[in-house]
């Protein structure tokens, strides 16, 4: 390997991890935002309840935040995984998986920190269903959190895939298209995921006897809303082995 190979991997490495990072942090942030402010709006009126309203966000700040540590997991993979024996074309499969894992996290995290957000609202509104709200919001954001696992399973192909040693167009806009199917196509479900969520959790707050019927329509809304997260996955998978 030649040093200006060396030096065009290590640079897909290093911004492939800025990307991967940061646009990771966004949602993340977002979302955490989203939760402390209606937390903030719910003990305005009823501070008594500042126990429970305090729990509930950090739990839904820490759900939220998983986008973010999916993101800060493949930045020190590609920050630290040796790059010697890698082939050129490598470095445009690094920024791949940077974009994939960035891009999916921002959706995630938003749409996992709606909930929180509403779940507090719920419990000063509905002080006696906490348990079931937190429990709802629980299940809520954890299926808005799955596209992004999707783009943390795409960047770790990426990342690890044997690759040819020859260095060609269409191989590399196959590992970077790979990331942006998969990054961009994660966007949409982890927010719509979350809004069914939100509503889910507060309208519990309002019936809590129509838990059952709630829970079960959010999580077919859920279901139907990952279903174009799906597809990315399916042709960000096909890129991949084709290359």
């Known amino acids: 390997m030649t040093w200006e190979n060396f030096e065009m991997i290590r ?9 991967s990072v940061g646009f990771a942090a966004i949602g993340a942030a977002v979302g955490e935002g989203y939760a402390a402010g209606k937390a903030s ?64 996290a921002i959706g995630c995290g938003i749409g996992a920190g709606l909930p929180a957000g509403s779940a507090c609202l719920g419990i000063g509104r509905q ?8 429990t709802l919001m629980l299940i809520g954001a954890g299926v808005a959190q799955s596209t992004a696992i999707y783009g943390f399973l795409i960047a770790l192909l990426l990342l690890f895939k044997k690759l ?16 942006l199917a998969m990054g961009f196509g994660a966007i949409g479900p982890g927010i719509g995921e979350g809004i069914a969520a939100e509503n889910a959790v ?42």
């Open 41 to 104: 709006q719910t003990l305005a009126y009823r501070p008594e309840l500042s126990g429970d309203v305090l729990k509930t966000m950090l739990v839904g700040q820490a759900v939220a935040e998983t986008a973010g540590i999916f993101g800060l997991v493949i930045a020190m993979l590609l920050l630290f995984t040796p790059n010697a024996a890698q082939p050129t074309i490598a470095a445009w499969a690094f920024l791949g998986a940077g974009l994939a894992m960035g891009l999916s």
């Open 11 to 19: 640079a897909g490495a290093v911004l492939g991890a800025g990307f």
């Open 164 to 179: 040819p040693d020859v260095v060609s167009m269409p191989g590399i806009c196959a590992l970077v298209g790979a990331g």
């Open 127 to 134: 002080p006696s269903a906490s348990a079931q709200l937190t």
């Open 202 to 243: 507060y309208q519990v707050a309002r019936n809590p006897e129509n838990g059952t019927l709630l829970t079960r329509t959010m999580l077919v809304g859920q279901a139907v809303a990952e279903s174009t997260g799906i597809y990315s996955l399916v042709i960000a998978l096909l890129l991949i082995l084709g290359t």
